[in-house]
Structures are given as structure tokens and as C-alpha cells.
């Protein structure tokens, strides 16, 4: 398996990374900030956001060097299965939190998420607060994770490593990417 933060040695790669996370921490710093001066509550979230925003850059920039450079030698190389194996285990990381297991298949989180959209529907019948409500959707937030992570691991199994093999690599792996991006809103 070639050595995963071979792309950490590249300068432009490196500089550009560094910068990010620069940024990232004076927008940390400036939260800190906003909070000891009692700033206004919606500022805050909206800077809390913009940092989310930028950590999903720098993990989407790292996960495309990776992708680009470790994934593809890996595969042309004949270490498939590994590669594949590393890269879901990457993407569970980068999309879901790692600590859920998911033994559910795409019909039965369907079903949970029409059941938590049912509870929305009770939770306004019976005018019950915001944070109710607002439970119920982070819940269905993440079963159309789960749903998406289940998705996105038969992808990688059985499309991905035969899709670069067949070429073309860079449409691949750019469209690849594109949905990686899109499954992070």
C-alpha cells in the first residue's frame, strides 16, 4: 500500500493546506471572541459555519490528493481491495461519524425517516416547541447519511476501482468527487 501522506511532501499542496488551516484557526479564535464580547447569537452561528465550510475545503482538498494520488497507484498497482477497503473506511470517517454502525438497509431507513416526518407533522398538530421539531429533522439528517454512506460503499465495491481501471481517470474521479462535495451540504 503506498504510504498515504506521500501527498503531504508536495509544497504546493502543503502551503495551500497550511494556509486553510491558518484561517481556520484565527476564524476559531474569533469565535472565542465574539463570545467572550457577548456578540449576538446569530453571529456567532454564522461564523461557527464559515468554519464548518472551511474544514469541509481542507477535507475535500485532502481527500482529492489522496484519492488522485494514493487511491489510483493502489489500484493500478494491484492493491484493489485494500484500496477500496482504506477508502470507504476514509469516507465513513469524512461523511458519518465512525461510531455508528449501520446494520439497516436503504428500505428500512426509508421507512424511519417517513415515521420521524410523522412526527414532525404531530409535533405542529400539537404545537410543540422548536426544539422538538428541530430534533426530529437533525434524526432524518442522519438516516439520509446512512442512507447515502450504504450508497456510497456499494458505489466504491462495485464501480469505482472498474471505472479507473477503464478510464477515463480524471472524469472519474473529478464526477466522484463532485458527489463526495455534494453528500457534505
Known amino acids: 500500500m503506498t504510504n498515504n501522506f506521500a501527498c503531504m511532501e508536495q ?3 502543503r502551503k495551500n493546506l497550511i494556509s ?3 484561517r481556520i484557526d484565527g476564524q476559531i479564535r474569533g469565535i472565542e471572541r465574539m463570545i467572550k464580547n457577548h456578540q449576538k447569537c446569530d453571529d456567532i452561528l454564522n461564523q461557527i459555519s464559515s468554519v464548518k465550510s472551511a474544514l469541509n475545503g481542507v477535507a475535500k482538498v485532502v481527500l482529492e490528493v489522496h484519492i488522485r ?6 489500484i493500478k498497482t494491484g492493491s484493489e481491495n485494500e484500496a477500496i477497503s482504506n477508502l470507504i473506511d476514509t469516507l465513513n470517517n ?9 446494520k439497516d438497509n436503504n428500505e428500512d431507513i426509508i421507512k424511519k425517516i417517513e415515521k ?3 412526527n414532525i407533522r404531530t409535533c405542529l398538530d400539537k404545537n410543540q416547541c422548536c426544539s ?7 434524526s432524518i ?19 469505482l476501482a472498474n471505472d479507473i ?3 477515463p481517470e480524471d472524469k472519474i474521479i473529478d464526477d466522484f468527487l463532485y458527489t463526495i462535495n455534494k453528500m457534505m451540504k
Do not use: W
Not at 69 to 74: G, P, Q, S
Open 11 to 13: 509544497p504546493e499542496f
Open 20 to 22: 486553510r488551516i491558518n
Open 69 to 74: 494520488n494514493c487511491v489510483v497507484h493502489d
Open 94 to 102: 469524512f461523511i458519518h461519524k465512525p461510531n455508528k454502525n449501520l
Open 116 to 118: 420521524q416526518i410523522e
Open 132 to 138: 422538538s421539531i428541530l430534533k426530529i429533522v437533525t
Open 141 to 159: 439528517k442522519g438516516e439520509l447519511n446512512s442512507m447515502a454512506k450504504v450508497i456510497l460503499e456499494q458505489h466504491v465495491k462495485n464501480c
Open 165 to 167: 481501471i477503464a478510464g
